[in-house]
């Protein structure tokens, strides 16, 4: 079997170390491992995959000495924009976890699950899409499949992982009352419902990110979606109430038989024993979970739905290493 050189930038970070976490579990035919850190990490000794690896300054200089197949990042919209280009002019294919890609055009926006094909026309460079997006398209692209979706109202309650390792910090610390440092107001025993900064149309950024990249993922430009995007006091997980409505006609049984057979998704639906998905439950793992699925009678055919995530593994990391996968699957490494 053919055996590929893989770069992870930024692998001293919180999701760099996931990427490495998940890299571990799933045993991709890998040859050799470069780890990418900036400078103040460069020379750090990581074990990984049963042996040390000195993580390698990340300069122009230290990827082209190297025959890299794939480069796996996650280092920051500002280090993707300067370095992607470098690893893919030198033959990588670059899978971007930043913000930096996602919207342009001669860039693939990727779930493994939703929408593979679209890996094969990249240019060198493949983005991740937003942790909410992508469960978000785990849950609703089999039922666009089916039903053909006509409006979509988000609305998210997100763990502060997401900000990294500083929002961590600030729930963490703000039990003890120390002031956030990351957020703009403490998130101990709080929401807020900004997430990134605000838009001339009063929008967040995150709120935008998920409309535009939902109509890029579903090559559905004229998608009608609105969203409300909130930090809550959770660790890990994020959590979304998804209310979609329908060109087609649904029942609730069709929904659940759709729901259950599609890939990467988890039903958890119980309702007379209380079980639905939470956080707290989902943490560390891969799949999306739905629950408290429901008709919503307030329109002619629509749903509401519930749905939980691992941020940092599906929403970052899994994602990344699937999308990984799936060029070496494709056969799509030069």
Excluded at 279 to 299: F, K, L, Q
Aim: hydrophobic share 40%.
């Amino acid at each position: 079997m053919k055996k590929y050189n893989v770069a992870v930038v930024g692998a001293t970070g919180m999701v760099g170390n996931k990427f490495l976490e998940v890299l571990s579990e799933r045993n991709l035919p890998v040859e050799n491992y470069y780890l990418y850190a900036s400078a103040k990490s460069a020379g750090k000794v990581i074990d990984f995959m049963g042996k040390p690896h000195t993580v390698i300054e990340l300069t122009r200089e230290n990827v082209v000495d190297k025959k890299i197949d794939i480069a796996l990042f996650s280092a920051g919209a500002a280090v993707s924009r300067e370095f992607a280009p470098v690893f893919a002019e030198n033959g990588a294919v670059v899978v971007d976890n930043s913000s930096c890609w996602r919207m342009d055009d001669d860039v693939p926006l990727v779930v493994p699950e939703v929408n593979p094909e679209d890996v094969r026309w990249n240019h060198g460079i493949i983005a991740n899409p937003n942790c909410s997006t992508i469960q978000a398209m785990v849950a609703l692209k089999p039922l666009h499949d089916k039903y053909t979706i006509k409006r979509v109202v988000y609305s998210t309650y997100q763990a502060v992982s997401g900000a990294g390792v500083q929002g961590y910090l600030d729930l963490k610390d703000g039990v003890n009352g120390v002031p956030p440092k990351k957020f703009n107001h403490p998130i101990f025993a709080n929401c807020l419902p900004q997430i990134d900064s605000f838009l001339d149309n009063h929008y967040t950024k995150e709120e935008m990110k998920m409309i535009n990249e939902t109509r890029k993922i579903l090559h559905a430009p004229d998608m009608r979606i609105t969203a409300t995007t909130v930090r809550v006091p959770v660790f890990h997980g994020h959590s979304e109430s998804i209310n979609v409505e329908f060109e087609k006609p649904c029942d609730l049984e069709g929904v659940f038989d759709c729901l259950k057979n599609a890939p990467g998704l988890v039903v958890i639906d119980d309702i007379e024993n209380c079980r639905y998905p939470m956080p707290v439950d989902i943490e560390n793992t891969d799949p999306v979970y739905v629950g408290r699925v429901r008709i919503d009678d307030s329109v002619e055919s629509g749903i509401n739905i519930w749905c939980v995530a691992d941020n940092i593994r599906k929403g970052a990391a899994t994602n990344t290493v699937q999308i990984a996968e799936l060029l070496i699957k494709e056969n799509l490494i030069k």
